[in-house]
Nanobody
């Protein structure tokens, strides 16, 4: 079955960096687009970034553009999110999600359990 396991969350200072990873299994990772989404305390789910199956097309929410970088290693079945210049408002539970096809148009169909990112001095 599909499994997505996030890691790399933790406490960072404002202006600091964290790198999230998502280990995927149970499906042909290289055939599907992947996304990151987050949910801040008391708020709804926010899509953060997505990447096509081949890794060449990447998309970002305006709130993270220029600060976060999504990437993937299809040989290792792993998705990454490099987060730089972190702000207190980036504090959230970050989820890895599998898209239903190789692009970002079909929607997300599987989710991990999330990794918590806290940004505080």
């Amino acid at each position: 079955q599909v499994q997505l396991v996030e890691s790399g969350g933790g406490l960072a200072q404002p202006g600091g960096s964290l790198r999230l990873s998502c280990a995927a299994s149970g499906f042909t990772f290289s055939s599907y687009a992947m996304s990151w989404a987050r949910q801040a305390p008391g708020k709804g789910l926010e899509w953060v970034s997505g990447i096509y199956s081949d890794g060449d097309n990447k998309f970002y929410a305006d709130s993270v553009k220029g600060r976060f970088t999504i990437s993937r290693d299809n040989a290792k079945n792993t998705l990454y999110l490099q987060m730089n210049s972190l702000k207190p408002e980036d504090r959230a539970l970050y989820y890895c999600a599998k898209e239903a096809d190789s692009s970002l148009y079909a929607g997300m169909d599987y989710w991990g359990k999330g990794t918590l990112v806290t940004v505080s001095s």
